[in-house]
């Protein structure tokens, strides 16, 4: 057996309906959703998101995994993408 140092944890198992993430390039936060720090940046959210949605990237949680899709223009070709509902390259749509 190995030595653990760092234990791994799964991030939809973390932030399961008690704990709101705030990540940046820095690292981050988990924090208490009952805490006053993440009412306050919910209510921040649900408020920007009236005016600044369409500008934000959404993530997904699909079998306890995160992601994101992009669609439009390919990042890397500059191409439009034909089938938009497919996404690009090697994303995943049977999720």
């Known amino acids: 057996m190995a030595n653990v140092h760092k ?8 932030l399961s309906k008690v704990r709101l993430a705030v990540l940046d390039e820095h690292g981050g936060h988990v924090l208490p959703l009952s805490s006053a720090a993440a009412k306050d940046i919910q209510r921040i959210v649900k408020k920007a998101a009236a005016s600044e949605k369409r500008k934000w990237l959404k993530l ?12 439009g223009k390919s990042p890397t070709t500059g191409v439009e993408n034909p089938q938009q509902e497919q996404g690009f390259g090697r994303q995943r749509m049977d999720v």
């Open 7 to 14: 234990p791994l944890v799964s991030a939809y198992k973390c």
């Open 60 to 71: 997904y949680q699909e079998k306890g995994i995160y992601n994101f899709y992009l669609h």
